[in-house]
């Protein structure tokens, strides 16, 4: 057990001093290696290598790409056009278009910042026109965010499945209904909070005409989903080959039927996907050799039998699951946490009876709401940036919104049909 303390401890301190994910995974492991195993530390760079040599992997630049043109291309203003027609008549009914927006565009982005970034751009002026409380406006916005990586498609869910050795398939199945209820359930928070600060509509009440008009604007920003998912489901395409069609798809709507995408933004939305790019699979990659490591020591097995120490009862010990994931969702990047606790606590779960895509939305909820939570909550910073409101303030409007997520992963983790639900019917 003192293996995986020191292996622990050289984390945390690197994590402490800023060094980047990828890094500490190296370092931690390497280090390891050479204090407890003959094995030469030529296994990283290998372990690395072969972890990379994956097809799979291939989806989740491509995913970014689209969701990045997407966004450019004028898809994200007729989403929101499109919401707005269907509740904006409703009290408060702006709060809740920018969580149906969010819903919507969380099946493009598969990105929870992205999604506040790009729904907030339209949603948060727009709130604040209305007269609604300014950090509600943000805090609503960076909850709905949360939508982006449960929602299908989702970057998390393909690395998790990549390091999980799951179906990308069947865990994009598994997060449509828990993805549609936190929305269902951040559109009962805005309801009631606008109720009692009486907010306005923001629209009258809608015609059939107004909603056509806005569904013939908003069609290809709708049929993206449908061929993503649709293609997958029907067996025409691979996850990998679904996202080279969405970028595709992106291109052509963006420059040539909204008109909206110019040759400067497409080039800028490759340069900063092969950035983002190139840092996460130098991390994905060594998180490989970091997995390597932990079943070579035996640790997964070590954790197991503390876990199952505490309780004889799977209730109990995935409570103490949940806040562990949610703490550390507090301090580590939803993406880079994914890589690190899979291979950890998938065998201890599995040994539970907890079906692997089962445990891959749990983790990822968990740590969805780790984009809500100080000092990381990179979805208050961006809906902050957004608003010109203080984090401070974001953070205290948030609280309501929080505990809706809260309430649902609580559902997720004890009635396990929410998620594999679809998943089994699909069978």
Known sequence: MYES???????????ALSIPIGITLGISTALCLWLFSDVSLIMIAQKSAT??????????????????????????????????????????????????ACMFYAAISGSGPATVSAIGSFMIPAMKERNYDAPFAAAITAAAGTIG??????????????VAQASIGDMFLGGVIPGIMIGIALMIVCMITSKKR???????????????????????????????????????????EAAVVAVAYSIVVGKFIYKELSNKAIYECFRLCGLMNGALEFMIGLSMAFAAFLAMEQIPAAIATWLTGLSDSWIVIMLVINVILLI?????????????????????????????????????????????????????????????????????????SFIAVIICLMLFTYFPILTMGLVNLAK
């Open 5 to 15: 303390m020191i292996l622990f401890g050289i984390m945390i301190i690197c994590i």
């Open 51 to 100: 972890g990379l040599d994956s097809f799979p992997l291939l989806a989740i630049p491509f995913f970014m790409l689209a969701g990045s043109l997407m966004s450019e291309g004028g898809i994200a203003k007729r989403i929101v056009n499109l919401a707005d027609s269907l509740i904006g008549f409703v009290a408060g009914g702006l709060a809740m278009v920018t969580v149906m």
């Open 149 to 162: 990586v449960i929602i299908p498609p989702s970057i998390p869910f393909v690395i998790y499945c990549v």
């Open 198 to 240: 009486g907010y306005v509509s923001s629209t009258a009440r809608p015609t059939a005409r107004s909603i056509g008009k806005a569904f013939r604007e908003a069609i290809f920003a709708i049929m993206v989903p449908v061929i993503i998912l649709g293609g997958i489901y029907s067996g025409v395409f691979t996850p990998t």
């Open 328 to 400: 550390l969702g507090c301090f580590v990047d939803n993406i880079a946490a994914v890589i690190i606790l899979t291979p950890i606590l998938l065998p201890v779960v599995t040994k539970l009876g907890i079906h692997p895509i089962h445990f891959g939305l749990i983790i990822t909820v968990n740590l969805a709401c780790g984009f809500l939570s100080p000092p990381y909550g990179i979805n208050l910073f961006v809906a902050s940036a957004v608003s010109g409101e203080s984090i401070e303030k974001v953070s205290v409007a948030v609280l309501p």
